[in-house]
């Protein structure tokens, strides 16, 4: 059975890091691309970054470029999210998802709250 | 890129068919066969109940099934049943590794 497994959320504050981890498990993890996907409080989803199997193609929204960082551990089975300059509008359900067009399975989730 | 257009709510009485469209632009959902759709269910994670415009995956119901046509998707689920009332979301791939997701429907069963 494939499983996603994220962790690493929290409360932070304006300006602060948080690096998301999501533990990969019941599939061949470095042949197949992954992506995260966003949920704020009472909102729809946005698409936040994707990096392919072997890791060295990785794209990320705008709202996200140049603060956010996508990596791969394929010998972790382990996709990360390292978020730096978070800012109170990336307060978030933050998921995983198994895909780069399409997203199947997710994970459950990891909160994050940015916050004074 | 702006998010794909969806109505915030539709519903239907069990056993009726309820659609729910989503439209885009060229560079997206015209552009690419690459339309997917997801349930959610309020506290849950989204499930996948469509890919590539059409496809289902294994375990979801019939009465669930995708079409297209220009820059329109849209989602018909057929024989409503109280377990289908839920959030659904479209989304598609628009080139350059990016994906843009609709703004959601609640699907309220009746």
């Known amino acids: 059975e494939v499983q996603l497994l994220e962790s690493g959320g929290g409360l932070i504050q304006p300006g602060g890091s948080l690096r998301l981890s999501c533990a990969a498990s019941?599939?061949?993890?470095?042949?197949?691309?992954m992506t995260w996907v966003r949920q704020a409080p009472g909102k729809g989803l946005e698409w936040v970054s994707g990096i392919s199997g072997s890791g060295d193609t990785t794209d990320s929204a705008d709202s996200v470029k140049g603060r956010f960082t996508i990596s791969r551990d394929n010998s972790k089975n382990t996709l990360y999210l390292q978020m730096n300059t978070l800012r109170a509008d990336d307060t978030a359900i933050y998921y995983c998802?198994?895909?780069?067009?399409?997203?199947?399975?997710w994970g459950q989730g990891t909160l994050v709250t940015v916050s004074s | 890129q702006s998010a794909l257009t969806q109505p915030p709510s539709a519903s239907g009485s069990p056993g009726q068919s309820v659609t729910i469209s989503c439209t885009g632009t060229s560079s997206d959902i015209g552009g690419y066969n690459y339309v997917s759709w997801y349930q959610q269910y309020p506290g849950k994670a989204p499930k996948l109940m469509i890919s590539e415009v059409t496809k289902r995956p294994s375990g979801v119901p019939d009465r669930f099934s995708g079409s297209k046509s220009g820059n329109t998707a849209s989602l018909t689920v057929s024989g409503l049943q109280a377990e289908d009332e839920a959030d659904y979301y479209c989304s598609s791939y628009a080139g350059s590794k990016n994906v843009i997701f609709g703004g959601g429907t609640k699907l309220t069963v009746l």
């Open positions: 019941g599939f061949t993890f470095r042949n197949y691309a």
């Open positions: 998802a198994k895909g780069l067009k399409w997203f199947d399975p």
